[in-house]
């Protein structure tokens, strides 16, 4: 999955937002009592007028585009009108949402088979586990088989052009290493290892047009990626990418209609991802988007070969372009509003190209846009909770010096003026990866903090977010590391000197790496802050590289710094907020997973105790049925409220009533 993507997805989770919904939230005649899967310590019963006020933006929902059937024109999408994503079928632009799948854990990806769609396969984990499995769905029985082992990780699945064979890979063999391995979906006995791997961040990405080979991805951080070019027949696999002088990143990798090529996203001999041709014989790039000054996020490939859809990342904006591969000559995609695109696909009557889009006054939804005449077919019109999107406030585009010169970015959403007067407290979340990007998307708790408690909202993009450039993201590796923490300083130096912001009344927030960010300005400006909430965040990268999973460990090693390292180690150890904690002093509720694979949970309860010893008050939220953040509607909700009421008590500093129950 790519990197960016992931990295969205990761802080949707983290930080609690419910894009979609089922029921209202378990009210009782007092308090709103957390199910039992919620382990709640230091947490006031949360009083049901919070709930009642909160409830409609907890019913919002979103529909994400999975896979086009091969010879209909209907698709697979991902939404949830349970507790979590389930996959649907669409069989028309507009029809209604068909439910396939019914676990109580969330459905992550599907794919038809590409013959004549009598099948698909999903993935799907277990309590937030992320140890994803295979299975088919056979669509004329509706029976559901399990493909793979049942307990290691698989992912990355690829379908083969003319037959049911998929590639993925698997950490089955040790747990750690994840190897290529291929399967004919419609017999699971025929599974088998295909190469042998060393390390956790390898992806097949594409089957050559006569299904002889496979293109493959094998990523060393986010700077460093290598393709590969596997013989099926002969299980070898042959680099495509040398070594440069210089680290060099590839994307996704598409091989040419004719197969003497593969079209990949590369930032060699540039800063920003370039869409570029690769000859298999030369090896050559022949760069095709050199005049578009920033990131290709995704592209696909008509099934022609002659046309290539691509979506770049304008300043956090999404744009579809589509390019002749002969002439090299681009046209404009469709219209669509400011927002961002994801999950690219050509059908395979080379006509209607998928994706899906969300922008600050829309959740995600599905579209499908004609490349002859460039129609907009909206396929799914996500409910907002009866809320006005029209009301939804817009971002703007906010830039800062930081302490060495930089100019820093983010997106900054206010209160309306007409609604609320005087300045305005702030809220700073700060976005997860460390890889990741603050984007002009849809949050549905985003807006009920701005149009029910009036407090403005800053999405930062400090050094080392995607976006900027290869030289931006890495400056805040290994040693660089305290340079990003600054960043946020230097933000809260500038929300002080905003005439509409209120410098003495700011939270900081956020999930995954944005909770480390998060613990880290704690320690540094404590007294500049009325209180924080750190998500699934590292107190210490130490301890965090020490436990994290196996698969993927190296990759984070090669971002934070090698722990094994005696000068690393220390340097690690003396800027970790689990050594700093003396610093904090200001309310601290903290958010953790119980299965979480790669924060674990022993990150946050080192924290907690040594905070409580301190005097501190914390609040504790851990979800014995959750990984790395929550997925599940019943835990996002009461996460939702009890965060309201921490907000109310410790931004706002306003009586909160208190329910009782709990």
């Known amino acids: 999955m790519n990197r960016r993507l992931v990295s969205a997805l990761i802080c949707l989770t983290c930080c609690g937002i419910a894009q979609n919904a089922p029921s209202g939230p378990p009210f009782s005649a007092q308090a709103v009592q957390p199910n039992s899967a919620l382990m709640v310590e ?12 909160a409830d409609r933006y907890t019913q919002v929902r979103s529909a994400a585009f999975l896979d086009w059937h091969p010879t209909k024109r209907e698709m697979l999408i991902s939404t949830r009108f349970g507790d979590v994503p389930q996959v649907h079928r669409v069989v028309a632009a507009g029809a209604a949402r068909t439910q396939l799948t019914f676990f109580p854990d969330r459905v992550g990806s599907a794919h038809y088979d590409p013959v004549n769609g009598k099948y698909f396969i999903f993935s799907k984990d277990i309590g937030g586990g992320e140890w994803f499995q295979y299975y088919r769905d056979d669509s004329d029985t509706g029976d559901i088989t399990l493909l793979t082992d049942g307990k290691s990780r698989n992912l990355g699945a690829v379908f083969a052009n003319h037959a049911g064979q998929f590639a993925y890979v698997s950490t089955r063999r040790n747990g750690q290493d994840t190897d290529l391995w291929v399967m004919d979906a419609s017999d699971a006995k025929t599974d088998h290892m295909l190469l042998q791997l060393q390390g956790g961040g390898w992806q097949p990405t594409d089957w050559s047009p006569d299904d002889k080979q496979l293109l493959l991805l094998q990523e060393i951080s986010a700077n460093e990626t290598y393709v590969w070019l596997v013989d099926v027949a002969a299980g070898q696999k042959k680099l495509l990418t040398p070594k440069a002088q210089e680290q060099v990143a590839y994307g996704d990798a598409k091989f040419s209609k004719d197969g003497k090529g593969f079209y990949t996203t590369t930032d060699r001999d540039s800063e920003f991802q370039r869409l570029a041709y690769v000859d298999l014989v030369s090896l050559q790039p022949k760069y095709l988007t050199t005049e578009i000054k920033w990131d290709v996020d995704e592209f696909d490939v008509s099934p022609d070969g002659r046309t290539i859809a ?50 600050a006054k829309s959740p995600l939804d599905t579209y499908s846009f004609d ?3 460039g129609k907009l077919d909206r396929w799914t019109s996500s409910e907002t909770g009866g809320l006005n999107p029209a009301n939804f406030v817009t971002p703007e585009l906010i830039h800062w010096k930081t302490f060495d010169g930089k100019t820093i970015s983010g997106l900054l959403y206010k209160p309306a003026a007409d609604k609320f007067s005087g300045k305005r407290p702030v809220i700073i979340n700060i976005h997860g990866g460390p890889e990741g990007q603050s984007r002009p998307g849809f949050s549905a708790q985003t807006n009920y903090y701005l149009g029910e408690l009036g407090v403005a909202v800053i999405f930062p993009n400090v050094r080392g977010s995607t976006g900027y450039g290869k030289t931006f993201l890495k400056l805040d590796n290994g040693f660089q590391r305290e340079d990003s923490y600054k960043d946020i300083g230097s933000l809260i130096d500038w929300v002080k000197q905003n005439p509409a912001l209120d410098g003495s009344s700011i939270m900081v927030t956020g999930g995954s790496y944005g909770g480390h960010m998060t613990w880290n300005v704690a320690t540094r400006y404590d007294d500049q802050l009325c209180c924080q909430l750190p998500v699934v965040g590292m107190t210490n990268l130490v301890t965090f590289l020490e436990h994290t999973e196996a698969y993927r460990r190296d990759l984070r090693r090669v971002e934070y710094g090698d722990e094994r390292d005696p000068k690393m180690r220390e340097f690690l150890e003396r800027i970790a907020p689990m050594n700093n904690s003396q610093n904090i002093t200001k309310p601290t509720f903290v958010v953790a997973g119980q299965n979480d694979p790669r924060v674990p949970v022993s990150e946050s309860q080192q924290m907690v105790e040594k905070l409580r010893g301190g005097g501190v008050p914390v609040w504790f939220l851990v979800a014995k049925d959750e ?31 208190q329910g009782t129950g709990n």
């Open 42 to 53: 230091g947490i006031p019963p949360v009083p049901t007028s919070i709930a009642q006020q």
């Open 627 to 657: 990984g790395h953040g929550f997925s599940k509607k019943k835990n996002q909700d009461f996460q939702f409220y009890a965060t309201i009421m921490f907000v109310k008590q410790f931004l706002l500093k306003q009586p909160v009533e």
């Open 371 to 373: 490349a002859q005449t």
């Open 310 to 359: 691509v979506v770049t990342n304008e300043d956090g904006a999404g744009v579809i372009r589509l390019l002749d591969t002969a002439s090299g000559r681009q046209k404009p995609g469709p219209r669509i509003p400011l927002g961002i695109v994801e999950r690219l696909k050509w059908h395979k009557n080379g006509q209607d190209v998928a994706f899906s889009l969300s922008s």
